[in-house]
Structures are given as C-alpha cells and as structure tokens.
C-alpha cells in the first residue's frame, strides 16, 4: 500500500515519476548544504576569511571519517526498497530497525574517533597554521553531534527507499530555518565564532533526525518505526552490508583522494587560495547534490523495480535519469560559473585575491560538472540492482587511483604545480569512470535478464510505456 506521499517507482509514466520523485531529494540536499553555507557565510562576514579557511578545511577531513558509515545508509534503502518493491511486509520491518540501530552505533564509533583526534587529523592534512585551532574546534563539536546526523541520513535514506522524498524535504526546511537563526544568536549576540556555528548545526541536525523518527513512526505500513523493535537481524544486516560497504569503502577512497587534493591546495601555503577554493567547492556543492538525487533516484527506482521483477524497466530508468542529469548539470553548472564572482562575493569580502582563485576552480570543476553526475547515476543504477563491489573497484580505480597518480606524477612536476593542472584531474577521472560504469552496467543488466528468463521481460517489454 502507497502512502499519499509516496511516487509509485514499479507503475506509471517513467519521466514524470522520477521527476516528481526527484525534485525533493533536490530541495533537500540544497538545504543541507546550507547548513554549511549558512556557517561559511555567517563567520566569512563577521568573523572574516581565516574563519572561512577554518571551516571550509574540514569538509573533505570529516567527509572522509563519516562515508564509511554512511555508505551503509545506501545499504539500508536498497534493502528497503527490494522489500517494498517485492512487497516483502517482514523484510522492510527487518531491514528498517536493523538501519536505525546501525545509526545509533555508527555515531557513537564515531563521536569517540572524532572528538579526541580532531586536531592529529588535520594536522596531517597540512592545515594551515593560522587556522589550524578554530578547524580542530570546530570539528570537536560537530562530532559531538555526530550521532543525529547519522539517524537522520539512514532515516531519510529509509523514507525515499518508500517512495517517499517530501517528507525528508520538509523537515531539513525547518532544521534549516532553525540553523539560520542560532547561527545569526550564536555569533553576533554571544560572539562566538566557528563554535557557534557548529552548534547551531548540531541542535539543527538533532531536529531534522527527530523529526524522520517520528515520520517512521506514523506510517501504517511494516516500516512503521518502533523503539522497541530496536534490534539487529542478520539476514537484514548482511544485506545492508553486501551493499553498504563496497558503496562506504568507495566514498571512503573517494575522500581520500580528496584529502589529498585538499592538501595539495594547502601545499600553495596561502589563506587566499584555501578560501577562494572552499568558497567555490560550496558553491559547485549546489550543482552537485541536484545531480546526485538523481542518483538517489536510479538507485531506488531500480531497486524496487527489481524487487517487483521488473528488471526490463532498469534499463529506461538508467537513460531516463541519464537525461535529467545532464540537462540539470549543465544549466546548473553553466549559471553557477557565470554568476561566480557575486556569488564568491557572498563568503569573501575581504579578499580580492581569494575570489580570483575561486573563479580558477569553477571554471575547472563547475562548468562539466555534469560528467561527474552522468558516472554517478550509472552507479546508482547498478547499486540498485545489488551490485555494489564493481562500481565500487571502478571509482576507486577511475576516480581515486588515477587522481592520486596524477597529483603525484604530473602536479609534482614543478612547472605543472598549479591549480589548474590540480583541477584537471577531476575532469579527467570522471570521463573515464563513467565509462567503465556504463561498460559494467551493461553486462549485468543483460545478465539480470537472462538470469530472469526471456519469456516474462519480453511480455512486460512489449506494454505501452515508454520513458516518457
């Protein structure tokens, strides 16, 4: 049975559903990198750029220590919605209070790693002196809050797995809200500066993960959350594992690779550069999260597709989400590269130099953003099949291996140790994943098919629909 606020993945035109589906997770993902924007823009005008290094350093740092843990979240709604797909009551009430627990236990792993070692982790990143204490206290304090944030993304992972993406939406645009004003109180009435932002985002997240609980706990249906049930079941966990941890291992390398690009930035030993760089990274952040709902959506439409049997639908849902994304990634990316200069302006306004290092990133990395999203729609597609471990070895190879070669190799090189031969990298990384991850998804989509048996997909596949 569909909740009222539930898109229908396995029926009706494809086009419209994935849509409709989609512009939520969109809305979604832009209000949660407002969390962070609000904390760049808040401390970069009253507090000044050092504090805008500050908090922006520690993005691609705390990225790499949570994405193992979130990777099981991919685990969690690809279990969900082959359950719901199969309309398997037992399964979702199984995999739905495994996901919970999971959370619980991933942010206290992560709270006590976080916490005592934030400084030794950016130290090691060559954070630059001058704002290496206000990254470390930052950090400290977002881990504090750590555990919020990783019930309130397997909760929201769990809902769209549903079929349901308003509700997640609905509730990040009152935590946003939330976060605005206590980072407006926190720094220009008590004079705090990163630690007040950082709480704000705290007490923010704390709302937005109660708020998906009690959403789970209202539903009619076998996800209906309830603390009691609370409990790991292992034939729920080790699916939400054989999908999970090839997806958290992949973000994991992935953010490795951004560590290190990260520190070959700091590596030009100037506050201009890491400012102007962390100001346009939030920016392209913008551009990135509309294309990874797409993402999020191969992954669930073919997961409940293929819950329900109706394999010869992946392969439309792939071109059709295909299409969307570069039709969103590169308006997106286009307008954000044009309109780059006011937009840097937001977060810096004390360096002209900095929003000119800025405009160098977002000419490398924003305008073909959108081959980043055509490599990440393919994985989800093939996620939402259950295959998790090829993708995972191609972006580890494609993305991370080969970005960490060249920074080695080519960017070493004296006369090539410039920003846009660093830059140049991710351009390079993405053609060749997506590549190789249309090259996989062929090969097990024909093998899905003909594990299936011709006769079923060949009936479903002569119906009226079309992607349309």
Known sequence: MLKRSDINMTEGPLLKNVILYTLPIIFTGILQLLFNAADLVVVGRFRGSVCVAAVGSTGALINLIINM?????????????????????????????????????????????????????????????????????????????????????????????????????????????????????????????????????????????????????????????????????????????????????????????????QSSVNSFDSVAVSSGNSSAANIEGFVYVSMNAFHQTALNFAGQNIGAGKNWRVRKILLCCLGCV????????????????????????DSEEAIKYGLTRLSFICLPYFLCGLMDVTTGALRGMGSSFVPMVITVLGVCVLRIVWIYTVFSISEFHTLEILYSSYIITWVVSFIAQMTAFNVVYKKIQKNAGKGDNIAHGTGAEVAT
């Not at 292992?234 to 997806?247: E, Q, R």
């Not at 954000?336 to 302006?345: F, K």
């Open 326 to 349: 570069t039709a969103f990634g590169l308006t997106l990316g286009v307008t954000g590269y044009l309109l780059g200069r006011p937009l840097l302006s937001i977060y810096i306004v």
């Open 69 to 261: 843990f979130i990777g099981l979240s991919v685990g969690a709604g690809v279990t969900v919605a082959q359950a719901k797909g199969a309309d398997d009551g037992e399964g979702m009430h199984r995999a739905v209070h495994t996901a919970i627990l999971t959370a619980l236990i991933s942010g206290v792993i992560l709270t006590a790693i976080g916490i005592p070692l934030a400084e030794e982790f950016l130290e090691m990143m060559d954070t630059p002196y001058e704002v290496l204490p206000l990254s470390a206290k930052y950090m400290r304090i977002y881990f504090a809050g750590i555990i919020s944030s990783m019930v309130y993304n397997y909760g929201a992972a769990i809902l769209r797995a549903l079929g349901d993406t308003r509700g997640p939406l609905m509730f990040l645009t009152i935590a946003g809200i939330v976060n605005v004003g206590l980072n407006l109180m926190f720094v220009l009435l008590f004079g705090m500066d990163v630690d007040g932002v950082a709480w704000a985002t705290v007490i923010s997240q704390t709302i937005a993960a109660s708020l998906v609980l009690i959403s789970l706990s209202r539903r009619d249906d076998r996800a209906r959350f309830r603390i009691k049930d609370l409990r790991i079941y292992k034939d729920s966990l080790l699916n939400i594992m054989k999908i999970g941890l090839p997806a958290g291992f992949q973000s994991v390398m992935f953010n490795i690779s951004n560590v290190i690009i």
